[in-house]
T-cell receptor
Framework: GAVVSQHPSRVICKSGTSVKIECRSL??????MFWYRQFPKQSLMLMAT?????????EQGVEKDKFLINHASLTLSTLTVTSAHPEDSSFYIC???????????FGPGTRLTVL | KQEVTQIPAALSVPEGENLVLNCSFT??????LQWFRQDPGKGLTSLLL?????REQTSGRLNASLDKSSGRSTLYIAASQPGDSATYLC??????????FGSGTRLLVRP
């Protein structure tokens, strides 16, 4: 089956620093990638959708200048949390879909803790 | 706006029981519905995907049904095992092709 990886799996940083999370599709070309965040005991909330080579489309309420998304290739998307604060602490999950694909494949998630 | 609700929020059953998890959605204009499993601190594992034209899908001890007109889906787990303990998420792909998630059902199967 299709595999999506994320790196790092866990990161702890100080308030005010920036953190980059990578999402890779290992055995397929992902024309579209999605970034979700999940707070404890809550469901996944879509943050943004990115298509390879295009600017990301952000959901309402998500600050595009704070959560920078780059989808430079068909196998890699990155999410950079700029000037992170404790309220940004969450579980970030990426997902990938092929062109015309019916199914999304999810990465294992990245636990971000901002002190 | 599409909203997905899952009931119950949490469920505890003894090993061996058959159980049903419920999912409802407010807008019947969906492309498909998917059930996922999420273990604590982990990502999502896809269990079953039902296209809008289908009524049910089966995989091993799992059976998922879809009644699009009434906005309901159920996930049936037969002969539950402690290894089935996890959070089960229902998600619909809405008319804008986005995947909208429910808040999940946390299942505990007691040995």
């Amino acid at each position: 089956g299709a595999v999506v990886s994320q790196h790092p799996s866990r990161v702890i940083c100080k308030s005010g620093t920036s953190v980059k999370i990578e999402c890779r599709s290992l055995d397929f070309q992902a024309t579209t990638m999605f970034w979700y965040r999940q707070f404890p005991k809550q469901s996944l909330m879509l943050m943004a959708t990115s298509n390879e080579g295009s600017k990301a489309t952000y959901e309402q309420g998500v600050e595009k200048d704070k959560f920078l998304i780059n989808h430079a290739s068909l196998t890699l998307s990155t999410l950079t949390v700029t000037s992170a604060h404790p309220e940004d602490s969450s579980f970030y999950i990426c997902s990938a879909r092929t062109s015309g694909g019916n199914e999304q494949f999810f990465g294992p998630g990245t636990r971000l803790t901002v002190l | 706006k599409q909203e997905v609700t899952q009931i119950p929020a949490a469920l505890s059953v003894p090993e061996g029981e058959n159980l049903v998890l419920n999912c409802s959605f407010t807008d019947s204009a969906i492309y498909n519905l998917q059930w996922f499993r999420q273990d604590p601190g982990k990502g999502l594992t896809s269990l079953l995907l039902i296209q809008s034209s289908q009524r049910e899908q089966t995989s091993g001890r799992l059976n998922a049904s879809l009644d699009k007109s009434s906005g309901r889906s159920t996930l049936y787990i037969a002969a539950s095992q402690p290894g089935d303990s996890a959070t089960y998420l229902c998600a619909v792909r809405d008319s804008s092709y986005k995947l909208i998630f429910g808040s999940g059902t946390r299942l505990l199967v007691r040995p």
